[in-house]
């Protein structure tokens, strides 16, 4: 299979959507002339046209909602929102309109709308550019929230988000639009709520999701040499969540350690904790369950103040040998 990075596997699969379904056009700012504003529409207005490739003025709300309108007559718009910290003004069409539209009116009305959104820190961007929110678009019932680790991800995701008859918001973590990885050539989807398992072990389950995947691998490997076995678990979609994966693991390895980057309080690490604690996993318990998450701060500009608001591999290491030494 050809090795491609993040951003053209999500390149590739917005092209050859529109070249398969004319009813897919894609809706933001200077995603023209500009190509977007981390690249991944390079050379598409040239290819599909100014109907397809939407500019708009600066105005998140008025970009989701008119991807809303034109999904309600029959097209399957992605609307791209340059960082996702500005998904917050758009939380009336996303949560009040498109998330519930299919239920308010009985199944008669689909939204199949893509709101994708880079999120994350990493890039000095400070605090209104850095944030990662999605923990508040799990909150909204009706929204299917999305979060690739791979070039192959990226692009078998976007594909089945895209035909999905829902609203799903579809998160991009900016450090990874430079990463590679084998991609398959030709169509393919990847099925939401299924985790993938990065890597197999026996002595203790990490759940993590995105950026924080490839550190912990990276930590994974290092432990394995001193006979720690990890085994690393991504969730892939964190709605739907693939809740079963996660408990057959624990049962497995007897204990449990979440990692994301989104602050703290209120983060989707509780989620996945209250979830093993309420099944039969919970008995096979040999350590108190830990989560590592982000501090409860803004991203701040300063680089150094940037790393030690969210977790690098030098915590995650000291959160894996404290489980596994049995610390609390």
């Known amino acids: 299979m050809p090795e491609i990075t993040y951003l053209e596997a999500i390149r590739q699969a917005l092209w050859e959507e529109m070249k398969r379904d004319e009813r897919v056009f894609i809706i933001g700012e200077d995603i023209g002339r500009y190509g977007g504003a981390f690249g991944v529409t390079h050379g598409m207005l040239d290819e599909f046209g100014p109907e397809r490739i939407r500019e708009t003025p600066i105005s998140e709300p008025t970009i989701v909602a008119a991807a809303i309108g034109a999904s309600l007559l029959g097209m399957r718009p992605v609307a791209e929102i340059m960082f996702m910290d500005f998904v917050l003004l758009t939380l009336d069409q996303l949560g009040n309109q498109a998330a519930k539209m299919r239920y308010m009116f009985g199944g008669k009305a689909n939204v199949p709308i893509v709101v994708r959104m880079p999120g994350g820190s990493g890039t000095g961007a400070a605090a209104q550019h850095s944030q990662s929110l999605e923990t508040i678009l799990m909150h909204l019932p009706g929204l299917k929230v999305v979060m690739p680790t791979t070039p192959y991800e990226a692009k078998g995701l976007l594909l089945t988000a895209i035909r999905d008859p829902n609203p799903v918001c579809f998160v991009e973590h900016k450090l990874l639009y430079k990463t590679k990885g084998e991609v398959p050539e030709g169509d393919y989807t990847i099925p939401f709520g299924v985790a993938d398992i990065k890597r197999t072990g026996k002595d203790l389950t990490v759940v993590a999701n995105n950026i924080m995947v490839l550190k912990t691998l990276a930590v994974a490997e290092r432990l394995a040499k001193e006979g720690m076995d990890i085994e690393v678990i991504d969730p892939r979609t964190l709605v739907p969540l693939d809740r079963e994966t996660i408990i057959n693991s ?37 350590a108190p369950i830990r989560r590592l998450a982000g501090k409860d701060c803004p991203i701040p500009y300063n680089r150094g103040l940037e790393r030690a608001a969210v977790p690098q591999e030098d915590d995650i290491e000291a959160e894996i040998r404290a489980i596994l030494k049995g610390g609390y």
């Open 250 to 286: 624990v049962c497995k390895t007897g204990r449990l350690l979440v990692i994301h980057e989104a602050c703290q309080t209120g983060g989707w690490a509780g989620e996945v904790i209250a979830s093993v604690a309420s099944s039969r996993a919970f008995g096979y318990l040999d």
